[in-house]
């Protein structure tokens, strides 16, 4: 079955430390993302990729970067600049290209990551 | 500024009646619209969408109208469920230049479907 996989589930770390979160797809899908949600808050856009080796910021980008350096991958790393980094991450993925805006997006089950 | 909005956090429906949820964006420029389904600890799925040259897509017990006038969006489902249980987000869609299209997402509303 096709995909998106993100590992772990439940991440806990101490705060001042990097956490890289994992994401891949087997969709073959060109673009990727990733969002944080909080507690009554929408998703937000952290990073997208629409292509390998190369990546945007999103909204809320500071304090995360990521890598694309395979189709199927998007690592999402947490840096210790990140002021508020507990929050539950939503890796997603789409076909991209002229027809991205009518592609609904499809999401990983996400990792929820607690700082403390 | 949000430029998506789900005005109710919360909704509860007794099953078999018609649950509505609502959305409305600020941005004239969003020409596509989505709905996705999350369940507590998945990724959200998504449900339903409609371009903006039209004012109604029907799939099943799901349907989405839109009034473009009003920059209003809504969800209809009917006949509620129980597995309908779920947190409901709207977003839309907009270009962001160099062929890549943002989706920004409303607050959510977690729709509560009672036996």
């Known amino acids: 079955d096709g995909g998106i996989t993100q590992s772990p589930k439940y991440l806990f770390r101490k705060e001042g430390q990097n956490v890289t979160l994992s994401c891949e797809q087997n969709?073959?899908?060109?673009?990727m993302y990733w969002y944080r949600q909080d507690p009554g808050q929408g998703l937000r856009l952290i990073y997208y990729s629409q292509i390998v080796n190369d990546f945007q910021k999103g909204d809320i980008a500071e304090g995360y970067s990521v890598s694309r350096e395979k189709k199927e991958s998007f690592p999402l790393t947490v840096t210790s600049a990140q002021k508020n980094p507990t929050a539950f991450y939503l890796c997603a993925s789409s076909p991209g290209g002229p027809s991205a805006y009518n592609s609904p997006l499809h999401f990983g089950n996400g990792t929820r990551l607690t700082v403390t | 500024d949000q430029q998506v909005k789900q005005n109710s956090p919360s909704l509860s429906v007794q099953e078999g009646r018609i649950s509505i949820l609502n959305c409305d964006y600020t941005n004239s420029m969003f020409d596509y619209f989505l709905w996705y389904k999350k369940y507590p600890a998945e990724g959200p799925t998504f449900l339903i969408s409609i371009s903006s040259i039209k004012d109604k897509n029907e799939d099943g017990r799901f349907t989405v109208f839109l009034n473009k006038s009003a920059k209003h969006l809504s969800l209809h489902i009917v006949p509620s469920q129980p597995g309908d249980s779920a947190v409901y987000f709207c977003a839309a869609s907009i270009y962001s230049g160099a062929g890549s299209y943002q989706l920004t997402f409303g607050k959510g509303t977690k729709l509560s479907v009672i036996p």
């Open positions: 969709l073959n899908h060109d673009a």
